[in-house]
């Protein structure tokens, strides 16, 4: 069974930087494309970022220039590493395994002075 379990999120001053990580179990993970997505309050799930097994990545507008997405395959983690947090950027961060939408239950980001 495959499970996705976050952690590292928090409250963070704007300009602060947070780093996102994605514990993966239950099957291979290195073939898998991964990704990150986040739900501000009282808005739809949105892509933030995603990464293929081999490491080719693609990130919303809204993120690039501040966040990156990596993986290591040796641990089954996928990481989010977010600079330059804006108080836009507050939501639940979700991780994801695009085949078979699998999720995770989600960390809060909150950036607030």
């Known amino acids: 069974q495959v499970q996705l379990v976050e952690s590292g999120g928090g409250l963070v001053q704007p300009g602060g930087s947070l780093r996102l990580a994605c514990a993966y179990s239950g099957s291979t993970f290195s073939i898998y494309l991964m990704a990150w997505y986040r739900q501000p309050p009282g808005n739809q799930r949105e892509l933030v970022a995603s990464?293929?097994?081999?490491?080719?990545?693609n990130y919303a507008d809204s993120v690039k220039g501040r966040f990156t997405i990596s993986r290591d395959n040796a641990k089954n983690t996928v990481y989010l590493q977010m600079n330059n947090l804006k108080p836009t950027d507050t939501a639940v961060y979700y991780c994801?395994?695009?085949?078979?939408?699998?999720w995770g239950q989600g960390t809060q980001v909150t950036v607030s002075s």
């Open positions: 990464i293929t097994g081999l490491g080719r990545t």
């Open positions: 994801h395994r695009v085949t078979g939408g699998y």
